[in-house]
């Protein structure tokens, strides 16, 4: 029996997060992979990631706008969304497109 791949989400409460959220378990379904998924909000756990996120409450432009805005002057500066697999971070800034996830994941 084969341990389970873990994934965890580094976010904020986004609508667009949720979806992203979706689209993980859909790819991980889709190859018939065990795994556990969880996403994780806490801005302390997000902070000791060494994580940013530059996510504004009342008004979202969408990640890929407020990410640049921060990269742009930091580019060494990695920000959520972002996903870890197996305790290792893969995708941060903006949502994995689903065969960046694929490939990503077919590789385990």
């Excluded at 341990?3 to 979806?19: E, G, H, M, Q």
């Excluded at 979706?22 to 889709?30: E, K, L, M, S, Y």
């Excluded at 990269?71 to 971070?89: D, K, Q, R, V, Y």
């Excluded at 800034?93 to 960046?100: E, F, K, L, N, Q």
Aim: with cysteine.
């Amino acid at each position: 029996m084969s341990t389970p791949v873990k994934l965890r989400l580094y976010c904020s409460i986004c609508a667009r997060n949720d979806f992203y959220m979706d689209r993980i378990r859909a790819v991980v379904d889709g190859l018939g992979l065990d795994y556990t998924l969880e996403k994780i909000t806490d801005d302390d756990v997000i902070d000791r990631m060494d994580l940013l996120m530059p996510c504004l409450y009342a008004y979202c432009p969408g990640c890929r706008v407020l990410n640049e805005q921060v990269t742009s002057e930091h580019p060494e500066t990695l920000c959520t969304p972002a996903l870890e697999i197996n305790g290792t971070l893969r995708f941060w800034g903006v949502p994995a497109s689903d065969d960046a996830l694929r490939q990503a994941l077919s590789s385990l």
